[in-house]
Each structure stands twice: as structure tokens, then as C-alpha cells.
């Protein structure tokens, strides 16, 4: 959950809004600068989603193969290596070489933490723009909200924080991926 804090802090550059009014950027500039963020953005997103199933099914012992959407397939991985590199090469697009998988599993599973927060921080996002706008960054309702979640620190799970925030459901990818679309 502190991870979805720092993302809305972090990812701030998203709202041209804000660009326009902290950067003096013209709104086509703001919304060229978003843009890029946004694939930034969908590159960390999809590496850490892509993580996740590699850390859960090492973690586990599956080594059953992953089609491009990373659901379980037919067959088996003969080795880690090979299970890293299918995996984070269907997830994030990007070629990776099989020999960085040791180096790249993060202390304490922490690479899912970061996947969740993605999603979590986004609907928030989609929350305080339904409540207040899409300026909601100016809105003192939204500081006002934004401080009773920070007061409580890591009270809340991601899974129920989700369920606190409208439309009260279910923590899913639908809002990150919403959000990440170019305009």
C-alpha cells in the first residue's frame, strides 16, 4: 500500500492538467510530456506484472509454460533461466537474457508489491478524478481524503483498500490500463 502512495506522488506528470499548471508546459506540450510518461510507465508496469509470475511460479516450483497472455500453457520449463526469459520476454516486450534471472528476483517478493500498487494507485486516481475532478491534485476534498488514507499507514491491504475505494470492488488491472492509454 506505501508503494501506491509514492506511485500517486510519482506519477503526478500523468494529468497534463498538472503539467500545465507546475511546468508552464502548453497543453500540447503537457499532453505529449504525459504521453511519454505513459510509456514509461507501461514498460515498468508490464515488467513487474511479467515478475510477479515469474517470482510466483519459481517461488512455487510450476514450471509449466506460460502463453503470451502469461496464463499457464502445455509443457514445462526444462530450467529457471529458461522460465525467466520466456516469461519476462512475452511480458515486457522487450528481450531479456535467460543469464540476469538470479540477479533480478527482489529481496522479500517484493516485485508483486509493485505490480499491485500499479493497479491500486491508479484506481485511486480514478476515484479522486470521479470525486473532484480531473484537476483533483488542486481539490482540498482530495487532501482531505488523501490524508485519512496516510494516517493510517499500512493498515489497509491492497486487496482492501480496493474494496474501500468506489465502486467498492475487487482490485483488477482495469483502471492501470485505462489510465495508460494515449490520449
Not at 31 to 45: P, R, W
Given at each position: 500500500v506505501m508503494e501506491t502512495f509514492s506511485y500517486l506522488?510519482?506519477?503526478l506528470p500523468l494529468n497534463p492538467l498538472f503539467l500545465q499548471e507546475f511546468s508552464n508546459a502548453t497543453p500540447k506540450q503537457a499532453?505529449?510530456?504525459?504521453?511519454?510518461?505513459?510509456?514509461?510507465?507501461?514498460?515498468?508496469?508490464?515488467?513487474?506484472m511479467a515478475k510477479s509470475v515469474f517470482e510466483i511460479k519459481m517461488y512455487s516450483g510450476d514450471m509449466r509454460r506460460v502463453d503470451k497472455n502469461l496464463r499457464n500453457a502445455e509443457g514445462k520449463y526444462a530450467s529457471m533461466p529458461e522460465?525467466?526469459?520466456d516469461i519476462m520476454n512475452k511480458g515486457q516486450i522487450v528481450k531479456v537474457q535467460k543469464d540476469r534471472w538470479v540477479n533480478d528476483i527482489d529481496a522479500f517478493f517484493y516485485g508483486p508489491n509493485y505490480a499491485l500498487a500499479y493497479s491500486l494507485e491508479a484506481k485511486l486516481v480514478a476515484t479522486?478524478?470521479?470525486s473532484n475532478g480531473l484537476d483533483w491534485f488542486r481539490n482540498h476534498a482530495s487532501g482531505s481524503a488523501l490524508k485519512s488514507l496516510w494516517s493510517r499507514g499500512t493498515e489497509f491491504t491492497a486487496t482492501a483498500l480496493s474494496q474501500a475505494l468506489p465502486p467498492f470492488s475487487k482490485l483488477t488491472t482495469k483502471y492501470l490500463v485505462d489510465r495508460l492509454r494515449p490520449d
Open positions: 506522488m510519482e506519477h499532453q505529449k510530456i504525459a504521453n511519454e510518461i505513459k510509456t514509461q510507465l507501461t514498460y515498468s508496469a508490464r515488467r513487474y522460465m525467466y526469459e479522486l478524478e470521479q
